[in-house]
């Protein structure tokens, strides 16, 4: 089982930024999926998750309107289109499915 992130980086405040997360090693298109995200000094907060269909289950308070999850379960990937990024949602971005996670990647959002 394995989930590898992607698309993170440094973005100036109200910039975007589209997070991957392509999977492998599991059934894909059975699987709930979820974005966490860690903000430094701060524990784990569920950002979306969504159902096999994609259809989305939670959505943060926090990012609802801003942030777009979705999946495409020919690529088995999931997405996270972020927009107008506030310098709050710095953290590292992870997938998660059951009990498998990826390695995170970093978003800074700074000016």
């Known amino acids: 089982v394995q989930l590898v992130e992607s698309g993170g980086g440094v973005v100036r405040p109200g910039g975007s930024l589209r997070l991957s997360c392509v999977a492998s090693?599991?059934?894909?298109?059975?699987?709930?999926i979820s974005w966490v995200r860690r903000a430094p000094g701060k524990g784990p907060e569920r950002v979306s998750r969504l159902s096999p269909s994609g259809g989305a289950t939670y959505s943060a308070d926090f990012v609802r309107g801003r942030f777009t999850a979705s999946r495409d379960n020919d690529k088995n990937t999931l997405y996270l289109q972020m927009n107008s990024l506030k310098p709050e949602d710095t953290g590292v971005y992870f997938c998660?499915?059951?009990?498998?996670w990826g390695q995170g990647t970093q978003v800074t959002v700074s000016s």
């Open positions: 090693g599991f059934d894909f298109k059975s699987a709930t």
């Open positions: 998660n499915a059951g009990f498998a």
